[in-house]
C-alpha cells in the first residue's frame, strides 16, 4: 500500500488525507501545534484508519519515507522539509493540485488576486447557482477543493479562490476561465519580491483557457496588453478606458453593466457598499457571460446576493451605531477600501499579526475618516508609532477584541461615529485561528452588547 503524508491538520489537509485514503492510500497526517481541538480530530480521523501526529515536523530521513507529500495551503513551499523531499525525489504536492487530478474533467474557473478574490468568487458562485448549476465555492472560500472530489455529486463547475500558495504548489490546474481581481504587494515574507509574487499568479493566467482581468488596477493595468493580449478586461469606468476588444470585455456605461457588447443590469442591483464591489460584480459577470450563461440568471442572483461574511458584513446597529465586521481585510490594501467604504466618522479596531506593504494610503485613510483607532494583538506597538510618525494620536492599545468592542461602543457614543469597524490590516493568527474565527468573535461580542 503507497504511503502518503499530509502536513496540516486543516480543513484542506483532512479532506485531502480522507480522499487518497479512499484511493488506497496508508495516510498520516503531521501538524506542528497541539491542542484539545487537534487532539480530538485526532482520535476521530484515527477511527477512520488516518494517522494523526501532533507536534510534528516531517522527518525524512528514516527509511520509511512517503511516496507522496500533499501540503496545505498555509505550508510555506520553501521549507526544508519539502526541499529536502523534492530533492530526494518524493512527488510534492499541494492539495489544490490533488484536488485537480479528481476533478479535471469537470471545467474550473479559478479566481486570484491580492485583494476581491472573496467576493468576486461568492459572485460567481451565486450566479452559476441561479443558473441551475451545482457549482459550491471552494479553495480560500467554502469548501476545500478536495472535499468536493468526496462529495457523491460531481459538480457541473467547480469555482475555486486560489491563492499564491495553492497555486504555487499545484503546477498542473489548467482552469477553463481564469480570473485575475487585483495585484498589490502581499505575502512578500514568503514570496520574496513582487516579481516572484507576479509570476506566480501569472502562471495560474496564463495556463488558463480565457482570461478575465481587472483593468482598473493600477499594475495589471501597468502590464496591460503587452501581457495580455486576449484577456477580456474589465473597467467601472467605461468603455474608454477599457483596455482590449470592447466587445469582449465588461465595463459600466450610464450606469449599467455591458458584457460581451450586450446590457446585463444596473450597476448598483448590487447591495454592498464599496465602489470596489462593482468591479467585483464586473469581473463575475464577465466569467458567467463566457460561460453562456443568461442574463435573467445573472439579474435574479445579483438581487438577492446577501454580500461575504467577513468583508464589510454589518453584524448590528446598536444606538444607532453600525458594527461591521472586515476581518478578512488581512492586509493594508483590504483594510483601505474597508475603511473607505464606511461613512465617516469611524470608530476603527485594526492589529493583529502584521505583514510587510506599503501603508501609506491607509495611514491617510485613517486620518480622513477614523475618530479613534483602538489597536489589537500583536501589531498595537508597531502601528501605534506608525500613526505617531505621520502626527495622528487618537489612539489606545487595547489589546484584546473583547476590550476594543466595549471601548469601541463607549467611544462611538462619543464621536457621534457612525459605525465601529474591525477592518485589521493583519493577518490574525497571534490570537486566533484564522481570520473567520476572529470575525465571529468581533460578532459575538457585538451582538452582546444589546444584553448590556
Given at each position: 500500500?503507497?504511503k502518503?503524508?499530509?502536513i ?5 489537509g ?6 487518497l ?7 498520516t497526517?503531521g ?44 505550508v ?19 492539495e489544490f ?8 474533467s469537470r471545467?474550473?474557473v479559478?479566481?486570484t488576486?491580492?485583494n ?11 450566479i ?10 471552494c479553495?480560500?472560500?467554502g ?12 459538480p457541473?463547475?467547480i ?22 481581481t ?6 512578500l ?24 482581468i ?5 499594475y ?5 496588453i ?20 470592447p ?45 453562456g ?20 458584513q ?39 499579526e ?11 485613510t ?12 500583536a ?14 494620536t487618537?489612539?489606545?492599545?487595547v ?10 461602543a463607549?467611544l ?13 490590516a ?11 474565527q ?15
Open positions: 500500500m503507497p502518503a503524508h499530509i496540516g491538520l486543516g480543513k484542506s483532512i479532506a485531502a488525507a480522507k480522499l485514503k479512499r484511493s488506497g492510500w496508508l495516510v497526517i501538524d506542528a501545534k497541539s491542542s484539545a481541538e487537534l487532539q480530538r480530530q485526532q482520535q476521530e480521523l484515527a477511527a477512520q484508519g488516518i494517522e494523526v501526529k501532533l507536534g510534528y515536523s516531517l522527518n525524512l530521513d528514516s527509511p520509511d519515507r512517503p511516496e507522496l507529500i500533499v501540503v496545505s495551503p498555509g510555506p513551499w520553501d521549507i526544508p522539509g519539502l526541499i529536502q523531499a523534492r530533492n530526494l525525489g518524493i512527488e510534492t504536492i499541494g493540485e490533488l484536488a485537480w487530478r479528481n476533478l479535471q471545467p474550473w479559478a479566481v488576486g491580492t476581491g478574490k472573496t467576493t468576486t468568487t461568492a459572485l460567481i458562485e451565486a452559476f447557482q441561479a443558473a441551475g448549476f451545482y457549482a459550491p465555492a479553495g480560500n472560500i469548501y476545500a477543493v478536495c472535499e468536493l472530489a468526496l462529495g457523491e455529486k460531481t457541473d463547475w469555482i475555486a479562490e486560489a491563492s499564491s500558495y495553492q497555486i504555487e504548489s499545484s503546477p498542473s490546474v489548467v482552469p477553463r476561465i481564469g480570473v485575475w487585483t495585484f498589490t504587494p502581499d505575502h515574507s514568503r514570496h520574496k519580491t513582487l516579481e516572484n509574487y507576479y509570476q506566480i499568479k501569472a502562471g495560474l493566467l496564463k495556463k488558463s483557457q480565457v482570461q478575465v481587472n483593468g482598473d488596477d493600477a495589471l493595468r501597468q502590464v496591460g503587452k501581457d495580455w493580449p486576449s484577456a477580456c478586461w474589465t473597467s467601472v469606468q467605461g468603455k474608454e478606458k477599457l483596455l482590449g476588444d466587445q469582449f470585455g465588461a465595463y459600466i456605461e450610464d450606469g449599467w453593466i455591458i458584457s460581451q457588447g450586450e446590457s446585463i443590469l444596473k450597476a448598483n442591483a448590487l447591495q454592498m457598499v464599496g465602489a470596489h464591489n462593482q468591479q467585483n460584480l464586473l469581473m463575475a459577470v464577465a466569467v458567467a457571460r463566457l460561460a450563461i443568461e442574463r435573467e440568471a445573472i439579474a435574479q442572483a445579483i438581487a438577492t446576493f446577501p454580500g461575504v461574511p467577513h468583508r464589510l454589518k453584524i448590528c446597529t446598536w444606538q444607532g451605531i453600525d458594527f461591521i465586521n472586515d476581518s478578512k481585510a488581512t492586509n493594508y490594501d483590504a483594510a483601505q477600501v474597508g475603511l473607505a467604504s464606511v461613512n465617516a466618522p469611524v470608530i476603527l479596531i485594526a492589529g493583529g502584521a505583514k510587510e506593504g506599503d501603508d501609506r494610503l491607509w495611514l491617510e485613517i486620518q480622513a475618516k477614523a475618530a479613534q483607532v483602538l489597536l489589537i494583538g501589531a498595537a506597538e508597531a502601528f501605534a508609532n506608525r500613526l505617531q510618525q505621520v502626527g495622528y487618537n489612539y489606545e492599545i489589546e484584546t477584541m473583547a476590550k476594543a468592542v466595549t471601548r469601541g463607549e462611538a457614543q462619543q464621536y457621534h461615529a457612525t459605525a465601529v469597524l474591525l477592518s485589521p493583519c493577518a490574525s493568527f497571534d490570537q486566533y485561528q484564522n481570520f473567520e476572529r470575525g465571529e468573535d468581533f460578532q459575538q461580542l457585538s451582538l452582546n452588547l444589546g444584553m448590556i
